[in-house]
């Protein structure tokens, strides 16, 4: 017999099926047991009679039985499968199961957090957790859909690669064939999406991990994920409406209400001004499953850092708008020279950013240069983009969207924790295998590194 889905016993009644799956709730009425089966369609009820064997929480089970229409009484309106159950003819416990470290049915946000990454694999059993996965799961697909339908490729980029700046620390991986040098893990896939416009690829996408080593938050861990594509041949409104009309998309596919449409748009200078910020939240009143989205656009390309150097405010490999480029080639006016740069934000969050590329040469250089970069620094850290941009670059740009973000905004959840399949604590240990950890000396030595005695050794 074939496995069936829960979800499919609806149109099955009359028939004997197979099912797979945990016990959920267990109502013991002497003669007869209820028992609520889930799996990861659904949660039916099965009817045991005289069962003498013993059930607990999360059992995982097999069962064979025959799908009945419940009486007029006993219909639960709740359920889909609220109609019907499962009269049980075989059932065989498949595992046994520690007591549960805590309760799985209800929603969790309550208890520590540290208890619920140590045990994430228990933790994501509960309902809510497991539909968080689910309409990700669902978004990444409508994405893919959308940018297939849009011509675009799917490639994946290295992860073990050199430094690009996005502004964090970079995570280093000693390399043990090179002892002495490093690969960096991507902040994110910034230059290999522009050399694949190089490339000829024109239209590009991935669902990228990026990497960025800065001090942990209660919301913000490490790692995470972004819809990352690049397109060539394109101007900034192509890429800005080809994002709108992918959100729209996707909020029929997801059931989700975009509260205004086309998205407003503001630039950087009136978004401070009315704001104090350059993210906000249009609604009026907070309804889950509504997003306003909004443009932001004409960022500064520069700013000062605390030591008083000119720093990117987004992204160095940005161009500007057509009026500044004579300002950036001569290094005049920095402050008010205004990016390509275009943000969008949701519900008081940045949910992405793109921009138009420097797809000339001199343009990239002269923004080093801006950077405070000596030629030979140039030379060595991004001598590899100048030469590439060298071979008849097409004028392309891209954006990046963070799916973490956009999951939990979706789901009416505050921290993309919940979205997040296996996330960091706030102090930076990852969940259930508590890294980072320590290493043998074997292995430090292999990689020819040596631990410095700790400070309060
Ligand atoms: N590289 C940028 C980021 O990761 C996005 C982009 O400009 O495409 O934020």
């Known amino acids: 017999?074939?496995?069936?889905?829960?979800?499919?016993?609806?149109?099955?009644?009359?028939?004997?099926?197979l099912l797979f799956g945990w016990v959920k709730k267990i109502r013991d009425h002497g003669k007869i047991t209820f028992v609520d089966l889930g799996d990861l369609s659904g949660e039916i009820q099965l009817v045991l009679s005289n069962f003498k064997g013993k059930l607990s929480p999360y059992l995982p089970l097999r069962v064979v039985g025959v799908v009945h229409q419940r009486p007029e009484k006993l219909i639960n309106p709740k359920l889909p499968t609220g109609k019907i159950e499962v009269e049980v003819k075989e059932i065989e416990v498949l595992n046994d199961t520690l007591p549960l470290p805590f309760p799985l049915n209800d929603k969790g946000y309550q208890l520590n957090e540290v208890l619920r990454l140590?045990?994430?694999?228990l933790d994501l059993r509960r309902h809510r957790l497991l539909e968080n996965l689910k309409k990700r799961s669902q978004l990444v697909e409508g994405m893919r859909r959308f940018l297939f339908k849009h011509r675009f490729l799917e490639i994946e980029t290295p992860l073990l690669t050199k430094s690009t700046p996005e502004g964090a620390r970079d995570f280093l991986v000693p390399s043990r064939l090179q002892p002495g040098k490093f690969y960096a893990l991507p902040q994110s896939p910034q230059q290999y999406k522009q050399l694949l416009m190089v490339a000829g690829v024109e239209r590009y996408f991935q669902i990228a991990r990026c990497l960025r080593d800065e001090d942990p938050r209660?919301?913000?861990?490490?790692?995470?994920?972004?819809?990352d594509l690049e397109m060539s041949f394109v101007t900034q409104e192509e890429i800005m409406n080809l994002i709108e009309s992918m959100i729209i998309f996707l909020s029929k596919e997801l059931g989700f209400k975009v509260y205004q449409q086309p998205f407003p748009r503001i630039t950087y200078q009136e978004a401070m001004r009315k704001y104090g910020a350059d993210k906000f939240d249009l609604r009026k009143k907070k309804e889950k499953g509504v997003l306003a989205f909004a443009w932001v656009t004409h960022f500064p390309f520069f700013e000062k850092d605390e030591d008083g150097k000119w720093t990117f405010t987004h992204n160095p490999f940005s161009k500007p708008l057509d009026e500044y480029e004579d300002d950036l080639l001569k290094g005049k006016n920095i402050g008010q020279i205004i990016a390509t740069q275009y943000d969008l934000v949701c519900n008081g969050y940045e949910v992405g950013g793109g921009s138009l590329r420097a797809h000339?040469?001199?343009l990239l250089a002269a923004v080093f240069r801006i950077l405070g970069y000596s030629p030979k620094e140039i030379e060595t850290k991004f001598g590899h983009m100048i030469k590439a941009l060298s071979y008849g670059a097409p004028p392309h740009g891209g954006i990046a969207l963070g799916i973490d973000r956009l999951t939990a905004i979706i789901q009416g959840e505050s921290s993309i924790k919940e979205v997040i399949a296996f996330p960091m604590s706030a102090s930076g240990t990852t969940s259930v295998m508590d890294a980072p950890a320590e290493v043998t000396k074997d292995q430090l030595k292999e990689l020819g590194l040596k631990l410095l005695p700790k400070k309060d050794d």
Not at 118 to 121: D, E, N
Not at 218 to 227: I, S
């Open 360 to 362: 000339k040469p001199e």
């Open 118 to 121: 140590k045990y994430r694999y």
């Open 218 to 227: 209660a919301d913000r861990g490490f790692e995470f994920t972004q819809l």
């Open 1 to 17: 017999m074939q496995r069936s889905w829960i979800e499919e016993t609806i149109s099955k009644v009359g028939q004997e099926v």
